[in-house]
């Protein structure tokens, strides 16, 4: 079974620039998740879909961040237009969503983002 | 605010021995939790979850979870160098959001 897919892995841009994430989740996987981790800290959650639905898009900063699911499979966060603070790395995780037991969230290989 | 707390490390144990990573959290509600590892550049593994009070073991790995104490542990057994990597501390709250700790790092000497 395929993982979590994410493309680019590694992306620079000068400040002030769009940046774009895309991200394909586990085959059947209802539930989508974008963090963001900052080094020697935890991944911290920036927006939560279940289907085509954000459900939990509080910690996402609206003013330059946007993202979409469309048609409930691949999603897409972006960063308009970047700053120097935005340099992380970038994870999007899927899980089956619905109950207790099938909430195991399983991490794509992320976009180590750079802003110069 | 709700908060995961773990212990920076780095743990450093010799090949064999048993290393105990802990992590504390402050939800009283939260009902899952979950241990992931993270080695130097990559994503976050998947490697236990638990929901009850107690042990539940997978090969070497066995998680501890005590609901009264807010305490949740990860015990490695026989170590190897390999599990050399950063423990992250998941846990999820009463809104599905899942609160991860900063991370223990693991150092197992040869």
């Known amino acids: 079974e395929a993982g979590v897919v994410q493309s680019p892995r590694y992306k620079i841009i000068e400040k002030k620039q769009p940046v774009a994430f895309w991200c394909n989740p586990i085959?059947?996987?209802?539930?989508l998740y974008w963090y963001r981790q900052n080094l020697g800290q935890g991944p911290e959650l920036l927006i939560r879909y279940e289907n085509e639905e954000a459900v939990d898009d509080s910690q996402l900063p609206k003013d330059r961040f946007s993202a979409e699911r469309l048609k409930g499979v691949d999603s897409t966060l972006k960063i308009q237009p970047a700053e120097l603070g935005d340099s992380a790395v970038y994870l999007c995780?899927?899980?089956?969503?619905?109950?207790?037991?099938?909430?195991?969230?399983?991490f794509g290989p992320g976009t180590r983002l750079t802003v110069l | 605010q709700k908060e995961v707390e773990q212990n920076s490390g780095p743990l450093s144990v010799p090949e064999g021995a048993i290393a105990s990573l802990n992590c504390t959290y402050s939800d009283r509600v939260s009902q899952s939790f979950f241990w992931y590892r993270q080695y130097s550049g990559k994503s976050p593994e998947l490697i236990m979850s638990i929901y009850s009070n107690g042990d539940k073991e997978d090969g070497r790995f066995t998680a501890q979870l005590n609901k009264a104490s807010q305490y949740v542990s990860l015990l490695i057994r026989d170590s190897q160098p390999s599990d050399s990597a950063t423990y992250l501390c998941?846990?999820?709250?009463?809104?599905?959001?899942?609160?991860f700790g900063s991370g223990t790092r693991l150092l197992v000497r040869p």
């Open positions: 995780a899927s899980s089956l969503g619905g109950g207790l037991a099938v909430n195991e969230q399983f």
């Open positions: 085959s059947g996987h209802n539930t």
């Open positions: 998941a846990v999820m709250d009463s809104s599905y959001k899942l609160i």
